[in-house]
């Protein structure tokens, strides 16, 4: 069955340093979606990637796809304590509707 | 507030017990998903609806699930004769009918089967 893997699962790093998590898939994706879940809360969307190579940013957030739509990107540039959570990719392929969600990169960051 | 809301927030339940969960979505939006998430893990796609129509089921959910959007605006989420390994967060998202899919989730029904 499809799988997406996320890595790494756990980061630590001092606030302000870069923070980057990449998702992986077997197969190419219709599209690509990220979320941010703060601890005790629920999954908060951040962005869609629908085209090979495409590239976005948020303020300190880029996001990125890759040409052959089976692997994405977040980079965190200088990061904060705000910037705590564990971030998921939500991959959804060409041949239905259900998201395939990764594993979850949890970034924890020392003041 | 406008956001996705379900109910109960936290169910407590013995094992071979039913138990039944309700999500409220964001009125403008078609589509609606569950999902299971347990801790540690990305959430787990259960089923999704467009409007009324139950469109896609997870393979791996047991006929002890069932779900449904009789007018195409709240959906509930029937678990018959519960198991501990029920135990999880239910959660419940929607999401409008353009083209962004982005889903907007509900706070979520934690379950614990004793």
């Known amino acids: 069955g499809q799988q997406v893997m996320q890595i790494p699962q756990y980061q630590h790093v001092q606030e302000g340093e870069d923070f980057t998590t990449y998702c992986n898939s077997s197969?190419?994706?219709?599209?690509i979606q990220w979320y941010k879940q703060r601890p005790g809360g629920h999954p908060v969307f951040l962005i869609q990637?629908?085209?090979?190579?495409e590239v976005k940013k948020q303020k300190r957030l880029t996001f990125q796809f890759g040409e052959a739509k089976k692997n994405s990107s977040l980079h965190i540039t200088a990061t904060q304590t705000t910037d705590v959570g564990t971030y998921f990719c939500?991959?959804?392929?060409?041949?239905?509707?259900?998201?395939?969600f990764g594993t979850g990169t949890s970034l924890t960051v020392i003041p | 507030d406008t956001g996705v809301s379900q109910d109960p927030r936290h169910k407590i339940t013995k094992r071979g017990q039913n138990v039944t969960f309700r999500c409220d979505p964001i009125?403008?939006?078609?589509?609606l998903y569950w999902y299971r998430q347990t801790l540690g893990q990305g959430p787990e796609f259960l089923t999704y609806?467009?409007?009324?129509?139950?469109?896609?089921k997870s393979r791996l959910l047991s006929d002890r699930f069932s779900a449904e959007r009789p007018k195409g605006s709240f959906s509930t989420l029937e678990i018959q004769r519960t198991e501990q390994g029920d135990s999880a967060m239910y959660l419940c998202?929607?999401?409008?009918?353009?083209?962004?899919?982005?889903?907007?989730f509900g706070p979520g029904t934690r379950l614990t089967v004793t």
């Open positions: 998202a929607s999401s409008p009918s353009t083209p962004t899919y982005e889903q907007y």
């Open positions: 197969t190419t994706l219709s599209n």
């Open positions: 990637l629908v085209k090979s190579g």
């Open positions: 939500a991959a959804l392929t060409n041949t239905g509707n259900q998201f395939y």
């Open positions: 009125s403008e939006h078609n589509r």
């Open positions: 609806f467009q409007n009324e129509a139950q469109l896609e």
